[in-house]
């Protein structure tokens, strides 16, 4: 078993906020492990205005899925213990999770970074009743600070060792966010996410395209006003179009 990124949830309870430990105790058993499960979804570089985690349809039903199949794979294996696939690892601190494991490491910029796949990728996990080895940390960030030097709104910076992110100030959130600043959307091409400060960082370059069929299905990397009328029913901001309406107005 110890081949599976694997973390005793003991160690994740300090990093758990009220509402997760609140979800996590109302779980169907208390579970003593976690196995961590990366699902990669870069499908490779285009030019666009929709981020690279909202390119194909949204990710989050191809996640569960591919976690509910690691749990059938490890109840298969190991059939007198107990596994629960949860939905993008709530109510786990999943990143920590991932550190703690050693299933990456997580980057100046505040994302997961798994090789070969940089940061482009979601994260979930499937508990055990049982408690199981543990895998050990692996690589870090090289601190180079490209990611914070490119960053277009001066949205993060480092307070010694700590990463602070002022929302506010972050694209990434202000394309999701109906109640930000929108005149800093002008500072990048993005209308939904922003990979700027991943596209720059050194773990991911020439990273490897994800396997996984579902995210080429309908790969959409750009979106204009007639793409509006078009079916975005599958995406990641199906029922935000309108803010996707707000932000081309902003850059057009
Ligand atoms: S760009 Fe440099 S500092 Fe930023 S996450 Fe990547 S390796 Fe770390
Ligand atoms: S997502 Fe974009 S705006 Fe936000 S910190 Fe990264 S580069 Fe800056």
Redo the contacts with the bound molecule.
């Keep these: 078993m110890n081949q599976h990124p694997t973390v005793t949830v003991s160690r994740l309870i300090p990093h758990m906020t009220e509402k997760m430990a609140a979800r996590f105790r109302a779980l169907p058993f208390q579970p003593q492990s976690a196995i961590i499960k990366v699902v990669p979804y870069f499908t490779g570089d285009a030019d666009g205005n929709i981020a690279a985690f909202a390119r194909p349809r949204d990710y989050h039903a191809v996640v569960y899925k591919l976690t509910q199949n690691y749990e059938h794979e490890l109840s298969a294996q190991y059939p007198n213990m107990k596994f629960l696939a949860l939905k993008n690892g709530w109510p786990l601190p999943i990143v920590a999770a991932a550190n703690m494991c050693g299933l990456g490491f997580t980057g100046r ?1 505040g994302m997961q970074i798994v090789e070969p796949y940089g940061s482009y990728v979601a994260l979930s996990a499937v508990l055990c009743d049982t408690l199981l080895p543990e895998t050990s940390p692996s690589d870090t960030c090289r601190a180079c600070g490209a ?1 914070e030097r ?4 001066g ?2 910076r480092f307070d010694g060792e700590k990463r602070v ?1 002022n929302r506010e100030r ?3 959130s202000i394309t999701q966010n109906p109640d930000t600043d929108i005149s800093l959307l002008k500072l ?1 091409p993005y209308i939904w996410g ?1 990979d ?2 991943q596209k720059v960082c050194p773990h991911n370059q020439q990273v490897k395209t994800t396997d996984i069929p579902e995210f080429y299905e309908r790969i959409i990397p750009n979106i204009d006003a007639t793409a509006l009328d078009g079916d975005l029913s599958d995406r990641h901001y199906a029922s935000r179009l309108d803010l996707i309406k707000r932000n081309l107005e902003v850059i057009k």
């Design positions: 910029h990611c490119a960053c277009p709104t949205a993060m992110l972050c694209i990434a990048s922003c700027i400060c």
